[in-house]
């Protein structure tokens, strides 16, 4: 990089959490878990593609499970990365009411903002668990791989709750600290990266 280009702050290393104790712990041991599922998963629908199509170009015929396994790999992507981004405090913000308030008002706002997401997170949390258990009354199972259904979205409760603890955990780093923080370990504020061309 150059002398006068700003530096972009890298968030794919090591995590650490801002909470003390048990709650920092957990929220460590969520984040690794998070990690895994999503490298496993993008890989595994990487190195799935790639097969399928060498298998169409070179047999003439594609794998007849391939679309199924990226289907369970899609769900479990969006629902592991909707804690990955709000632990990474990368969700999409309106801010402009928020941005304007002194420093103990975003606080404020954070902190309702958290509580309710958080609330919100566990009620689809519920609601896709009750779900799930209507798929498992069904029987109904996957064509190619011939395993019940309910288990390919399985991932969506644990997406929800993880995601409901995450926003949890903010709103108790934010009733601790004088700061302003997006998740556990994001303080609010916007970086300069402007460059002149």
């Known amino acids: 990089m150059s002398e006068n280009s700003p530096e972009i702050e890298d968030d794919t290393g090591h995590y ?3 909470l ?3 709650l920092g712990t957990l929220d460590e ?3 690794k878990f998070e990690a895994v599922l999503l490298a496993l998963g993008v890989i595994l629908m990487a ?5 399928n199509v060498i298998a169409r170009f070179v047999f003439g ?8 396994i990226n289907r369970i790999l899609i769900i479990l992507i969006t629902f592991a990365g909707i804690g990955y981004a709000a632990r990474h ?3 999409i913000r309106m801010s402009a009411v928020y941005d304007a308030l002194p420093t103990t008002g975003r606080r404020v706002l954070m902190i ?23 798929l498992y009354s069904r029987g ?20 929800f709750a993880i995601t409901g603890i995450q926003y949890l955990l903010t709103a108790i780093k934010n009733l601790t600290s004088k700061d302003v923080y997006l998740s556990t370990g994001v303080v609010d504020g916007y970086a300069d990266t402007e460059s002149e061309v």
């Open 61 to 68: 015929e594609g794998l007849f499970f391939s679309g199924e």
């Open 47 to 51: 190195v799935n593609t790639c097969v």
């Open 140 to 159: 109904r199972i996957l064509p190619a791989l011939g395993f019940e259904i309910w288990w390919i979205y399985i991932w969506a409760p644990v997406g």
């Open 112 to 134: 309702i903002i958290a509580l309710f997401t958080s609330a919100v997170m566990f009620f689809l949390c519920y609601h896709s668990f009750d779900y799930i258990q209507t």
């Open 29 to 31: 041991w969520i984040a």
């Open 89 to 91: 405090g990368r969700h």
């Open 16 to 18: 650490e959490s801002g």
């Open 20 to 22: 003390p104790g048990f």
